[in-house]
């Protein structure tokens, strides 16, 4: 066989494998993509109003911005907060959170946005376990 056939046959092989293992990355189960938990608009929304008002210069999600205010990432699922407790906090500010007079729908987005981020994983992940090899085992939920 001829050098450049030979070159041709290997070549269009090792683009045939490319694009089908991306196709398996792409598309294959078990992927971030696919098993992420899907987000509604309703949340997507509140993310964006998460970042117009800048909330994150004094709270925390996943422990990862400002140190004023508490972290938020549970605080759905806390049973001595939820839902209703940090509605109030949108509702009327408190001394060291300005009040921001948002609507009903806004508020409802920021819920929304808080129970989506409440269901990807707990912070601080209490339930971590550490085994005496050095590793440790994430609790996802
Ligand atoms: C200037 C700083 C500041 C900004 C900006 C701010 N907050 Fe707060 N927030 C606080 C503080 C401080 C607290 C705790 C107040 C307390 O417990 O007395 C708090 C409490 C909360 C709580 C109750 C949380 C808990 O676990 O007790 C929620 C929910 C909340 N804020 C949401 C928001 C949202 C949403 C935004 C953006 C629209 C925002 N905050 C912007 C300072 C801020």
Redesign the pocket.
């Known amino acids: 066989m001829k050098n450049s056939t030979w070159n041709f046959i290997v070549l269009s092989t090792l683009i045939g494998i490319f694009i089908a293992y991306s196709c398996y990355l792409y598309f294959g189960k078990g992927t971030s993509s696919s098993s992420a938990p899907h987000m509604s608009n309703l949340a997507i929304e509140g993310e964006q109003?998460?970042q117009n008002?800048?909330?994150t210069?004094?709270?925390q999600l996943y422990g990862l911005g400002g140190y004023?205010?508490?972290d938020?990432t549970n605080?759905i699922s806390n049973p001595q907060?939820g839902e209703i407790y940090?509605r109030s906090?949108?509702n009327s500010g408190?001394k060291?959170?300005?009040k921001?007079d948002f609507t009903e729908q806004e508020k409802d987005a920021?819920i929304a946005f808080f129970a989506h981020v409440d269901a990807t994983g707990y912070y601080p992940n209490q339930y971590a376990e550490f085994s005496k090899d050095g590793w440790v085992k994430i609790k996802y939920k």
């Open positions: 109003i998460w008002n800048n909330c210069a004094c709270h004023l205010g508490p938020l605080v907060k940090a906090f949108l408190v060291s959170m300005p921001f920021l």
